[in-house]
C-alpha cells in the first residue's frame, strides 16, 4: 500500500463541517442611528446628541 488514502477508505481524515451562521448580526436599517447634519453612524439609536459633531438629534 502506498500510504495516500483513498475515496471510501475508513482510515481517511474528513473535513470538519461548516459552522452555523450566527444568529443576529446588524439591523437592517441604521436611520435611526445617522446624525441628520454630518452623517455619522451612532453607537446607539437612543443618542441625544452626535459624538462627532455635537448636533442634537432632530
Known amino acids: ?3 495516500t488514502a483513498r475515496p ?3 482510515d481517511r481524515e ?3 463541517p461548516a459552522p452555523a451562521e ?3 448580526g446588524d439591523p437592517a436599517c ?3 442611528m445617522v446624525c441628520a447634519d454630518c452623517g ?3 453607537d446607539t439609536a437612543e ?3 452626535c ?3 455635537g448636533a442634537p438629534r432632530e
Open 30 to 32: 441604521w436611520l435611526e
Open 47 to 49: 443618542f441625544t446628541r
Open 40 to 42: 455619522a453612524i451612532q
Open 22 to 24: 450566527p444568529e443576529g
Open 8 to 10: 471510501g477508505d475508513p
Open 51 to 53: 459624538a462627532r459633531c
Open 1 to 3: 500500500m502506498s500510504g
Open 14 to 16: 474528513t473535513a470538519a
